[in-house]
C-alpha cells in the first residue's frame, strides 16, 4: 500500500547511509545517541534538526524514526504529543505499548512522569506541557515560528487524536499493521504511532501493559 509518504527522519547515529531505503523519500539524517535528551549535546542537536525538518510544510507526510521506534523515536513523539494537547495517559498507553514489540526490554509509564517532571523543574511548565516543550524547543534553538508551523500541521483537522480508530486487541493492531506492510518491512509495532499524515493519523493504540 502506498502511504504517499515524502520524507524519512532517522533518528540513529550509527548509519552510513545517505539516503533512504525507499526510493523517491527525501533522507535527513537526525542523529541522536539516546543518552540525554534534555543535556546530551547530540541529542539535543539531533531534536533541533528533526523539528527544522518537520516545520518544512514542503516536507509532509513525514515518517520518523530510530533503532526499534521507542525510546529516540518515544520522545520526538512526547514533543509532539505535547505540542497537540494529546493526555499524559494516551502518551504513557502508547509508550508501553511498545512492550508488544521485539525491543531488548520493558518499558515503563513512568518514563513519561519523568520528562514531565523535567518540564516542571526547568522549563517552568507547571504540569502545563505544551508551554514546558515549547520552552524546550525554544532551549535546543527551535524557533518559536516553527514551533507553531509544526504544532499547527498536527492540529490543523482539529485534535487529530479525536479522529483515529481506538484499537484494543492486539490481534486487530497486528492485522492492522501488516495490511500497511510495517510489519514486513521491520518497524516495531509502536512506529505506527510515528506517521505524520498532514494532521490526520491513520490509526492510533490504546492498549494497557
Given at each position: 500500500m502506498d502511504l504517499g509518504i515524502k520524507t524519512e527522519i532517522d533518528l540513529r547515529t550509527d548509519v552510513s547511509s545517505t539516503s533512504s531505503l525507499v526510493e523517491g523519500l527525501d533522507y535527513y539524517n537526525c542523529g541522536m545517541d539516546g543518552l540525554d535528551y534534555?543535556?546530551?549535546?547530540?541529542?539535543?542537536?539531533?531534536l533541533k534538526k528533526a523539528f527544522d525538518v518537520l516545520s518544512d510544510v514542503n516536507n509532509y507526510p513525514v515518517l520518523y524514526h530510530c533503532a526499534i521506534g521507542t525510546?529516540?523515536?518515544?520522545?520526538?513523539?512526547?514533543?509532539?504529543d505535547c505540542l497537540a494537547g494529546v493526555s499524559v495517559e494516551d502518551m504513557k498507553r502508547d509508550y508501553v505499548?511498545?512492550?508488544?514489540g521485539s525491543i531488548g526490554g520493558v518499558r515503563y509509564s513512568n518514563t513519561i512522569d519523568g520528562?514531565?517532571?523535567?518540564?516542571?523543574?526547568v522549563y517552568h511548565a507547571n504540569n502545563d506541557l505544551e508551554v514546558g516543550a515549547t520552552n524546550f524547543l525554544k532551549d535546543i534553538g527551535v524557533t518559536e515560528g516553527k514551533i507553531k508551523i509544526v504544532q499547527n500541521m498536527i492540529t490543523k483537522v482539529g485534535n487529530v487524536f479525536e479522529k483515529v480508530e481506538i484499537i484494543d486487541n492486539i490481534d486487530k493492531a497486528v492485522a492492522i499493521l501488516k495490511k500497511h506492510e510495517i510489519?514486513?518491512?521491520?518497524?516495531?509495532?509502536?512506529?505506527?504511532c510515528a506517521y505524520v499524515f498532514e494532521g490526520e493519523a491513520e490509526f492510533h493504540f490504546n492498549a494497557e501493559k
Open positions: 534534555f543535556n546530551h549535546p547530540t541529542d539535543r542537536n539531533g525510546d529516540r523515536t518515544g520522545f520526538l513523539t512526547y514533543l509532539i505499548f511498545s512492550c508488544f520528562y514531565i517532571n523535567k518540564f516542571n523543574d510489519l514486513e518491512n521491520h518497524f516495531s509495532v509502536c512506529d505506527a
